[in-house]
T-cell receptor
């Protein structure tokens, strides 16, 4: 049962370091979404990618954040020069993407703590 | 800003009772709605969805009602069990792939 996998599950970084979050979608899914969740809040959309393409990055900060979904390998969410405000849970979801109502399956998340 | 919100941040019910979780949305163009369950330390789990051309949809112990006139969505859980304790999110989709989540309601089930 290969669902969405994310690693690491927990990541601690000091201010100014880089954080790399990985997401392996459900096998056969070519659509990946990244969300951010602060404690006691809902998920906020960040970016939507298809293989090798960014489709919608309207929820992702213009500075320091980037995402990719290469032809081979997992999707990567990269945060450069992390600040304390980046501390949050980051969730990845994937879908088959045939239609917009395709169910998004979520991974367990990566909890980023910035010291 | 977010267009999906919830009336109650927390809900406490007795085991065996029915639970009703409400959600309001403001985007009349939204045509697809989803309920997710999130347990502590885990990612959201799909529960049930409904399209805007429907008023009601039933699953196993869960029912989603959609009232487009007042832009209201509800999730009903029958015979609530301790395992139903979690945070429940409603989410909407306006036809693209971007899903907008509400703030969530925490459900406590008392044994």
């Amino acid at each position: 049962n290969a669902g969405v996998m994310q690693n690491p599950r927990h990541l601690v970084r000091r201010r100014g370091q880089e954080a790399r979050l990985r997401c392996s979608p459900v096998k056969g899914h070519s659509h990946v979404y990244w969300y951010r969740q602060l404690p006691e809040e809902g998920l906020k959309f960040m970016v939507y990618l298809q293989k090798e393409n960014i489709i919608d990055e309207s929820g992702m900060p213009k500075e320091r954040f980037s995402a990719e979904f290469p032809k081979e390998g997992p999707s990567i969410l990269r945060i450069q020069q992390v600040v304390r405000g980046d501390s949050a849970a980051y969730f990845c979801a994937s879908s088959a993407g045939q239609v917009s109502t395709d169910t998004q399956y979520f991974g367990p998340g990566t909890r980023l703590t910035v010291l | 800003g977010e267009s999906v919100g919830l009336h109650l941040p927390t809900l406490s019910v007795q085991e065996g009772d029915n639970s009703i979780i409400n959600c309001a949305y403001s985007n009349s163009a939204s045509d697809y709605f989803i309920w997710y369950k999130q347990e502590s330390g885990k990612g959201p789990q799909f529960i049930i969805d409904i399209r805007s051309n429907m008023d009601k949809r039933q699953g196993q112990r869960v029912t989603v009602l959609l009232n487009k006139t007042v832009k209201h969505l509800s999730l009903q859980i029958a015979a609530t069990q301790p395992g139903d304790s979690a945070v429940y999110f409603c989410a909407e989709n306006t036809g693209g792939f971007k899903t907008i989540f509400g703030a969530g309601t925490r459900l406590f089930v008392k044994a």
